[in-house]
């Protein structure tokens, strides 16, 4: 009667951060640092603008959204990225999310076939993973294949290790960069090496980029970026987008997570399949929202001084854990990935002793056949809160993981 398809995801991490520390009576006043959710004001522009268009809350929104919202989309996208020679077109090259989640998980069904080189379709992923891949791969019928991640390939999966045999039945791969949640960002080559790899073998490739606009001093190169080089070079693609698409996303660019408005751009034939197939479902976003998101698009300022907040709480992270726990300062994103030897046995320590919620890395990942998991020794810290109480957490954290 139930889909046995689903009988492979594990409960999931929040649920099981829950249960690891009930019952236990933190010793110190909570400070949640495992949570993502942005905590950073929001652009002063949304009440104004929501309010200017709330009569078309009686309005169904159209699947594309609006004109205005797609060349804003469109606009920053060929900004931020450096498209001028193939831009992405307003029409056709980028449509509108419910969140860049929603999507992330849609486009699995769109791209996984019944079977792939006479075998059942893998989704490939890092590991560890946003968990909606999973999820979506799950769904989709496809089997999930989780590349680990480690220290020693940059927190990236080692392409290297990706045979002929398991690239001939790849349908999709999800990749994150910067990364949820050790921060590593993907260079140009990176990226090139897996488009190149996406178009030899005829799958697709998801890129994840709702982090993109969190980084120190450089802007994280992106898939269109990538895709945008190679298609300059003799030989070129027809279609400089093929095989790929990118999500990105207001909740962390703008603070909007509650919004849900995001974006998904690239290969105008995925796409075309993509606005078909949801169009049955109807995420859409309401009219008001997508006004919000054009002006969000279309202003930097915001996202500067977003940006400049998260710069002073690397600062203090650097200066309470350098030498600990392995810390670096990612390349991008919000998250720490400490290494603290045994997750689950350090947040416990940390709930009880200190006060401070984080996440096992092991939830965040997938246990491989050997035993093995990549999350296994770390934790999760979201530096997305008040400056002061992520201070506190941090030297919580130091003082109660060295003691
Ligand atoms: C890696 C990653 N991808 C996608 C999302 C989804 O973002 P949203 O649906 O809010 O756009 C998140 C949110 O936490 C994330 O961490």
Same mark, same amino acid.
């Given at each position: 009667?139930?889909?046995?398809?689903?009988?492979?995801?594990?409960?999931?991490?929040?649920?099981?951060?829950?249960a690891l520390?009930?019952?236990?009576?933190?010793?110190?006043?909570?400070?949640?640092?495992s949570?993502?959710?942005?905590?950073?004001?929001?652009?002063?522009?949304?009440?104004?603008?929501?309010?200017?268009?709330?009569?078309?809350?009686?309005?169904?929104?159209?699947?594309?959204?609006?004109?205005?919202?797609?060349?804003?989309?469109?606009?920053?996208?060929?900004?931020?990225?450096?498209?001028?020679?193939?831009?992405?077109?307003?029409?056709?090259?980028?449509?509108?999310?419910?969140?860049?989640?929603?999507?992330?998980?849609?486009?699995?069904?769109?791209?996984?076939?019944?079977?792939?080189?006479?075998?059942?379709?893998?989704? /490939?992923?890092?590991?560890?993973?946003?968990?909606?891949?999973?999820?979506?791969a799950?769904?989709?019928?496809?089997?999930?294949?989780?590349?680990?991640?480690?220290?020693?390939?940059?927190f990236?999966?080692?392409?290297?290790?990706?045979?002929?045999?398991? /690239?001939?039945?790849? $349908?999709?791969?999800?990749?994150?960069?910067?990364?949820?949640?050790?921060?590593?960002?993907?260079?140009?080559?990176?990226?090139?090496? /897996?488009?190149?790899?996406?178009?030899?073998?005829?799958?697709?490739?998801?890129?994840?980029?709702c982090?993109?606009?969190?980084?120190?001093?450089?802007?994280?190169?992106?898939?269109?970026?990538?895709?945008?080089?190679?298609?300059?070079?003799?030989g070129?693609?027809?279609?400089?987008?093929?095989?790929?698409?990118?999500?990105?996303?207001?909740?962390?660019?703008?603070?909007?997570?509650?919004l849900?408005?995001?974006?998904?751009?690239?290969?105008?034939?995925?796409?075309?399949k993509?606005?078909?197939?949801?169009?049955?479902?109807?995420?859409?976003?309401?009219?008001?929202s997508?006004?919000?998101?054009?002006?969000?698009?279309?202003?930097e300022?915001?996202?500067?001084?977003?940006?400049?907040?998260?710069?002073?709480?690397?600062?203090? $992270?650097?200066?309470?854990?350098?030498?600990?726990?392995?810390?670096?300062?990612?390349?991008?994103?919000?998250?720490?990935?400490?290494?603290?030897?045994?997750?689950?046995?350090?947040?416990?320590?940390?709930?009880?002793?200190?006060?401070?919620?984080?996440?096992?890395?092991?939830?965040?990942?997938?246990t491989?056949?050997?035993?093995?998991?990549?999350?296994?020794?770390?934790?999760?810290?979201a530096?997305?809160?008040?400056?002061?109480?992520?201070?506190?957490?941090?030297?919580?954290?130091?003082?109660?993981?060295?003691?």
């Amino acid at each position: 009667m139930l889909n046995s398809n689903l009988d492979v995801l594990p409960e999931n991490a929040f649920p099981r951060l829950a249960a690891l520390i009930e019952g236990l009576t933190p010793a110190h006043a909570p400070i949640p640092l495992s949570l993502g959710e942005p905590g950073h004001p929001m652009p002063d522009f949304v009440g104004d603008i929501l309010q200017a268009h709330q009569g078309d809350y009686s309005k169904y929104p159209p699947i594309n959204g609006t004109a205005e919202f797609r060349a804003a989309a469109a606009g920053w996208l060929n900004r931020r990225f450096g498209l001028g020679p193939c831009p992405v077109d307003p029409e056709g090259g980028v449509l509108p999310l419910n969140g860049t989640r929603e999507g992330l998980f849609s486009i699995a069904f769109i791209v996984t076939p019944p079977r792939k080189a006479g075998r059942q379709p893998a989704i /490939l992923m890092p590991n560890p993973f946003y968990q909606c891949y999973a999820g979506a791969a799950a769904a989709a019928g496809a089997e999930a294949v989780y590349l680990d991640a480690p220290a020693q390939t940059g927190f990236l999966p080692d392409l290297d290790k990706l045979t002929p045999e398991l /690239l001939e039945r790849t $349908a999709l791969f999800y990749l994150c960069s910067p990364a949820n949640p050790q921060g590593a960002v993907a260079g140009l080559d990176y990226l090139q090496r /897996l488009i190149a790899l996406a178009r030899e073998y005829d799958f697709v490739v998801a890129f994840d980029e709702c982090y993109s606009e969190i980084y120190l001093d450089t802007p994280p190169p992106g898939g269109l970026q990538a895709a945008r080089m190679m298609a300059e070079k003799p030989g070129g693609m027809a279609e400089p987008f093929a095989n790929l698409l990118v999500f990105n996303s207001l909740s962390k660019r703008s603070n909007l997570a509650g919004l849900r408005s995001g974006l998904i751009a690239g290969d105008p034939g995925l796409l075309a399949k993509f606005r078909q197939f949801r169009a049955y479902i109807g995420p859409t976003n309401p009219l008001p929202s997508d006004a919000v998101a054009t002006a969000a698009w279309s202003d930097e300022a915001h996202v500067v001084a977003n940006r400049a907040l998260y710069h002073e709480k690397f600062a203090i $992270a650097e200066e309470i854990l350098a030498g600990h726990f392995d810390y670096y300062t990612p390349a991008g994103g919000f998250f720490l990935w400490l290494n603290v030897g045994d997750s689950e046995a350090a947040a416990k320590k940390l709930w009880q002793a200190g006060g401070v919620k984080v996440l096992p890395g092991k939830y965040l990942s997938r246990t491989q056949p050997d035993g093995s998991n990549p999350g296994e020794k770390y934790i999760r810290v979201a530096l997305v809160g008040e400056r002061d109480s992520i201070a506190e957490g941090l030297r919580r954290i130091r003082d109660v993981l060295s003691g």
